[in-house]
Nanobody, 116 residues
Framework: QVQLVESGGGLVQPGGSLRLSCAAS????????MGWYRQAPGEQRELVAQ???????NYADSVKGRFTISRDSGKNTLVLQMNSLKPEDTAVYYC??????????WGQGTQVTVSS
């Protein structure tokens, strides 16, 4: 069973930056895309950014121009660089892997808190 493990969350002041990483325990066969989702208290989980195996990216409007998603397929890692963070970015961030003809994989989540 492939596992996704996130790291890099924490507390940061508004305007600051954080870099989230997601490491897959092994190569993921049938991978379509990987992405980051987030869920704030009392809110539904939402897509933050996604990258396909072909390198196409998709961002939520609220993070465009501030967040950058990237993937190192050789190292089975996914990165989310988050700049100009705002208090409304506070949430638990989850790594996701979408797989052809199989259930999505999810990481355990990492807390990001943006507060002064």
């Amino acid at each position: 069973q492939v596992q996704l493990v996130e790291s890099g969350g924490g507390l940061v002041q508004p305007g600051g930056s954080l870099r989230l990483s997601c490491a897959a325990s092994t190569r993921i066969d049938g991978l379509k895309s990987m992405g980051w989702y987030r869920q704030a208290p009392g809110e539904q989980r939402e897509l933050v950014a996604q990258i396909t195996t072909g390198g196409n990216t998709n961002y939520a409007d609220s993070v465009k121009g501030r967040f950058t998603i990237s993937r190192d397929s050789g190292k089975n890692t996914l990165v989310l660089q988050m700049n100009s963070l705002k208090p409304e970015d506070t949430a638990v961030y989850y790594c996701n892997a979408a797989i052809i003809f199989a259930r999505d994989l999810w990481g355990q989540g990492t807390q990001v808190t943006v507060s002064s």
